[in-house]
């Protein structure tokens, strides 16, 4: 894994090479196997994770109807970021989808990095704020196909 794939991710693409080399320093490589689970809803959310290679299926266990799909992420998506801003538990399941690659970054240690270097913690919440909005206007779009198909019954 090298610092040149991080800044296709979303979150990284406004850091320059040395501080998306820091950032990379900070992380570590986790595979997971198809159907692994990587964490569950309701757990300790104490880092996120990058995706590399492969796809992370992000759902929701319903009592008597199994699990429920909410999502599937690929490659240049990131996971579990939300528990980074608000250190609440994991808010859904993470699966591997395939066999999958991820960079793990601790929470602690990237706010330590970020408190340290605040011209790369503004390019951050920057990256953030752009993934952020572009993943509400895809639930919105999501929430408008449903609501017109459940008029339709």
Known sequence: ????????????????ATELAEILMLGAVKEFRKDDVIFED????DCFY???EGAVRI????????EEALTVLGAGD???EM?????????????AHDDVKLLQIGNRELKAHLDERP????????GFARTLSRRVRETNDKFSALFAISRVF
């Open 42 to 45: 309701g757990s300790a959310g």
């Open 83 to 95: 528990s980074f801003f608000d250190e609440e538990p994991r808010s859904a399941r993470a699966v």
């Open 59 to 66: 759902s929701k266990v319903f009592a008597n109807m199994g």
């Open 1 to 16: 894994m090298n610092a040149e794939f991080l800044k296709r991710v979303q979150l990284f693409e406004g850091l320059d």
């Open 50 to 52: 990058v995706i590399y």
């Open 78 to 80: 990131f996971l579990g």
């Open 119 to 126: 011209d790369v913690a503004l390019k951050f919440l920057w």
